[in-house]
Each structure stands twice: as C-alpha cells, then as structure tokens.
C-alpha cells in the first residue's frame, strides 16, 4: 500500500474553503496543509516548493500565477500546482502536469467533486501517449531532457516511435499506439537501429538524441519513533549515501511499516525525494525471504523483528544490499539495489 501525501491548499473566500473542506472529507490519500491567514500566499507556497509537495488555489488563476511565477524553475523539477474555482466548476493543472503529476491530481480531484479537469497539455488533448508521463509513474529520471520535444513531436504527428529496454524488466498493459517496444531478448532487426527512447543505464552509449530513461534502483527502508523531525531524517540519509557513494536522484521509493502511515517526517522525505511512500503490514514484512538482523523489542513493539532491511527487499522485490541496516537516535536505515522491474503502460485508477 502508499503512504500518505501531503497537499498544500490555500483558500480565500468562506465559500472556496467549504469547497476545499468538501474534497478532504474523504479524500484518505492525501493530508491538508491549509494556508494559515496571517501567511502570506508567497511564503506559503515557497514551502511547498522547497518541500516538492503540490498546491491547489482555490481562487482566481491570477492570484495562483502570480504567487509561484517567481518560483517557477525546472519543468522537470517545480512542483505541481493546479487552481480551482470557488465554484467547484473546473480545476487547472498549471504547472507540473506529466512529471509533477498535475494532471493526474486535477482527474482525481474532478471526479471527487464533479469538477471540470481542464488539461491543456498536447499529448493529453490529443490522446497521444505521454513519455514524461510515463517515466514519472514508473520511477524513470530522464538524462536528457532535450530529447522529450523531439519524441512527443513524433507522436503527435501520427509517427511511430522505437522505444528500446536494456534492463531486466516486464511491462504490463496493452502498448501505446505508435509505439514500437523491443527488448534485448528479441534479437530482432530492429535493434540494430538507433531507438527513439532507452530504457536502461545507457548514459554513456546512447546518442544525443536519444531519450534515455534511466530507472531509479535505491529502494530505502527506514524507520523511526514516533516523532522524529523531517531535518533529522534528511540528514541521516543524505549521509548514509554519501558514506556509500550513492546519488539521491536514483532513490526509487521510501518503504516501512504500515504503522508509520501517519509518519509526518518520513512522509515529508518521501514527497521531498520525490518518491513514492511504500508501507507494508507486519505480516508482509515477515513473509520476505532472507536473512535479517532481529530485534526482539522491535518485534513485541511493531509485529515484525525488522523494518528497515525487511520493507526494503520487499518493496524491491529482493534485490542487492548496498547499506545493511543502520541506526542512529532512533531512527534505522537500509539501501538494497533494485535488479528487476515491472512498468505499467497505463496508469491505475486515481493514480498520482
């Protein structure tokens, strides 16, 4: 199961706040972080950049464009921010829509009040298959942004594009029209030809312009007491990779116990890294296969003899150790390696 995320809201009538209200009442995915009224709109929402968490205006657009335009920065790093009206009549991803997962966020939101989505990017008016889009869902961080105009332009002029995967992996769903998949196994022509987009580590082989989309393979399984600030959370894997040589842009998710749903400071990390928040009951954790290191008071407490090292095999799928479990003023840590891989062509329902 996910985790929880946090969304940043701001109201600014009585009615646009009911409205907002309205949609969080059962909305269990997502926690409200409501724009206090001595808080100005600017220092609100420089917050939620420097956190990476999405911000929803209820309001005029205006107010909204003119709040984040000086934060506005990197399309593939901003964070995703949409604006609805007090009317609950539409909702507009306006910033972030494929890697900041705007698009998707005003879908969910729609259908949970009966709200307009206005989607305004090409590929999703055309109803082309979005490679951006794609990456995001499938934990791809993409090294070479340039590419992304080139292969979008040819799906959006009707051509077919050659996507070629060099790692490890199983795809599920139906494929993309206009796409043409080849895996090394095939031994197909094919694959003597230069590909359209890679999947795979090929920073160094693939020509310039070809899209490279490199799947991120550092699953961290952490866990904490109760309480543990975000800071000190970030500081202690910041420096656990650096001990190990390891980049924080190919961190593929954050994975614990089920307990720590609720967890504001790994909650925050997750959103912060830009990762999925990956939780598993006690009784999945013990059905992973290996050998752990065993606490029994983690065991009386929890229902498991280990988190960290246990929720990261697990939400790898197994995979290789690359930090084994580390602690520090209550807080526990392991990195294992993913190896192999499943990518999703579509995306599942109410998927962010």
């Not at 900041?100 to 109803?127: E, M, S």
């Not at 070629?164 to 029209?177: D, I, K, L, M, Y």
């Not at 998710?253 to 999925?276: F, T």
């Not at 008071?297 to 799928?317: E, I, K, S």
Request: hydrophobic letters at 40%; charged letters at 30%.
């Amino acid at each position: 199961m996910m985790g929880k995320r946090y969304i940043r809201i701001a109201c600014f009538t009585p009615r646009g706040r009911e409205l907002a209200e309205r949609l969080m009442a059962n909305w269990t995915e997502y926690i409200p972080l409501w724009r206090r009224r001595e808080e100005s709109p600017e220092e609100w929402a420089a917050e939620g950049f420097r956190m990476h968490q999405p911000l929803l205006f209820v309001g005029a657009a205006g107010i909204a464009i003119r709040t984040v335009a000086p934060l506005v920065k990197d399309k593939l790093q901003d964070s995703p921010v949409l604006v609805m009206d007090e009317g609950g009549r539409h909702i507009i991803p306006l910033l972030s829509g494929h890697m900041g997962g705007a698009n998707a966020l005003a879908r969910d939101i729609g259908a949970r009040i009966g709200a307009d989505p206005a989607i305004t990017t090409a590929t999703d008016v055309n109803g082309c298959f979005a490679i951006d889009d794609f990456a995001r869902r499938n934990g791809l961080r993409i090294g070479n942004r340039e590419a992304i105009r080139r292969v979008s332009g040819k799906l959006l002029s009707g051509e077919k594009i050659l996507l070629r995967s060099t790692v490890p992996a199983e795809f599920s769903g139906r494929v993309p029209e206009n796409v043409v998949l080849r895996q090394r196994s095939d031994g197909t022509a094919e694959d003597t030809g230069i590909p359209d987009g890679i999947i795979g580590f090929p920073e160094t082989e693939a020509p310039k312009e070809c899209l490279t989309l490199i799947p991120r393979k550092l699953v961290i399984g952490m866990g904490c007491r109760k309480g543990v600030p975000f800071e000190k959370l970030k500081e202690f894997l910041e420096c656990v990779l650096e001990e190990e040589g390891l980049q924080p842009e190919d961190i593929r998710c954050i994975a614990s116990v089920d307990r720590k749903a609720g967890e504001p400071g790994l909650i925050q990390l997750a959103q912060y890294c830009r990762v999925p928040y990956r939780l598993f009951t006690p009784a999945e954790l013990e059905r992973v296969s290996g050998e752990f290191p065993e606490s029994e008071f983690v065991r009386r407490t929890v229902g498991t003899g280990n988190v960290c090292h246990r929720a990261a095999a697990a939400a790898a799928g197994g995979g290789r150790v690359r930090r084994g479990k580390t602690a520090m003023d209550g807080m526990t840590l392991c990195i294992v390696e993913q190896e192999k891989w499943h990518f999703q062509w579509q995306p599942e329902r109410n998927e962010m």
